[in-house]
Structures are given as structure tokens and as C-alpha cells.
């Protein structure tokens, strides 16, 4: 019984591969460019879309915006200098990929003239993006 199905798989394959050489070849140049320019278009969206979740640093997490980074400075390939600012103190931190160090705690907070980013939600952020208006 298993010597006859495969068999029926192997005489079926060779009836359906007969047919198919008679008939007209389904590629054609315009099958191929529209299969080209939908692939180039899915990965063209790929990188809009990253650049979208960087540009807008929508992987900061939750948080209830007690602490936010007021400004920041790389200082290297993998270190960076960060204001910190929690409650109504301001501090000064060292990052490196294996510590983070306190360098300063400021007595006076430090104006930056910018609008600062707290973290919210993501609907609130993605229709302020939307509408063109600053996320606050």
C-alpha cells in the first residue's frame, strides 16, 4: 500500500509537469517587475519605520515621570554624559556599557531652553506626531 502512493505521487508529478510544459510560461518581465518594486517597497517600509521609532524614541517604557533625562552627551563609541533630573534635583551621570557612575549633583537645576521628553503612552505621542504638534 505505501509502494502505491508513491507511485500515484510520481506518475502525478510527471502528468502535472507534462501539462506544464505545453502551457504558457506564467513569468513574464511584468510579473517580475511588479514582484520587484512590491519587495523594494516592503523593505523601503522597513527603514521608514525604523527611523519613525527612533526619531521618536518610542522604546523608553512606561515609567510615572517621576525621573526624565534632561540632556544628554556621548562621549564615545559606547559612553555617554546624562543630566538626570528626579523630583527637583538635577544629577550629573557617567554611562558606560559596565557602570554608571554619579559625577555631580547640581544645587541649582540647570535650564536647558528646551522642552523636555517625558515618557507617556504611546497613543498620546503617536496622534501629537500625527497632528505635527510637540509631544509635551
Known sequence: MRYLGFFLLFVGGSALAQGAADADPVV???YLLRLILGLAFIVVLIFVLA???IRFNFNQG??????KIIAGLPTGARDRIVL???GEEQILLGLTPGRIEKLHALS???ETGQETVV?????RKLKAAIDGNKVS
Open 84 to 86: 538626570l533630573q528626579v
Open 28 to 30: 513574464t518581465s511584468d
Open 108 to 110: 541649582v537645576p540647570v
Open 51 to 53: 527611523r519613525f521609532v
Open 119 to 123: 515618557p507617556g503612552n504611546f497613543a
Open 62 to 67: 512606561g515609567g510615572n515621570g517621576a525621573l
